[in-house]
């Protein structure tokens, strides 16, 4: 899609959604399948030439900024290296299962910010039934989800969080006007699970069948 397309002259933040590559057969199939049923790799992803392609754009104009999704912290590293125009941001799944905390010192250091997709986890994740997470919304009386999404902008990050349950929307926003306290932000940090707790790895595998097998897949 176009510029002329959406109607803009530019846009605001531009990301490579995933750092696996797929072969590019025709605009109608974005995600192609072999026999198999597995995504088609290109196994010829070079990321450090895309990002120099998107540092072309922001020179043109075209983009403001850039940045990375899903990319984990050594293929970040290599941007680094070689870019001119460092990363504005990388958007990853973070939750209070899985807070990318050591992924969150690494970009404080080179001034990346961090963006949470999933900040409420999987509903495989059972979150919300957390016994911590529930007695601290009934010492604080708001939401489950409440507590997480502040948790994560306590934690110095950006959070995006989609719904289309209206009262859910409202919800979401209406966090501002409370803090969680040193010791409870420390009993949330408590529930941190690493890397097991990342939904998406094996999400993606699931709706991209065969992408680890690429060399680029961020979850090994």
């Known amino acids: 899609m176009s510029l002329s397309d959406l109607e803009i002259d530019y846009v605001d933040l531009y990301l490579i959604q995933f750092p696996v590559g797929f072969q590019y057969i025709d605009s109608s199939e974005l995600i192609p399948m072999n026999e198999y049923g597995n995504v088609v790799l290109d196994n010829n992803t070079h990321l450090e030439a895309i990002w120099k392609a998107m540092e072309h754009e922001v020179r043109r104009g075209r983009i403001k900024s850039i940045g990375c999704c899903n990319f984990n912290q050594t293929q970040l590293k290599r941007i680094l290296n070689s870019c001119q125009i460092p990363p504005a941001v990388i958007q990853v799944e973070a939750h209070i299962y899985s807070q990318q905390r050591i992924l969150k010192k690494f970009c404080d250091e080179y001034k990346i910010r961090l963006c949470a997709f999933s900040p409420l986890g999987s509903p495989e994740s059972n979150l919300f039934n957390d016994p911590t997470l529930k007695n601290l919304s009934l010492k ?53 699970r690493g890397v097991s707790g990342i939904y998406k790895r094996t999400y993606f595998n699931t709706i991209y069948p065969g992408a680890d097998l690429h060399s680029e897949f961020p979850w090994k």
């Open 140 to 192: 604080y009386g708001r939401s489950p989800a409440q507590i997480s999404l502040l948790f994560l902008i306590q934690s110095g990050n950006i959070v995006v969080q989609k719904s289309t349950n209206l009262k859910r929307l409202q919800e979401n926003i209406q966090i501002y006007d409370f803090k969680i306290d040193n010791e409870d932000m420390d009993l949330l940090k408590s529930l941190d």
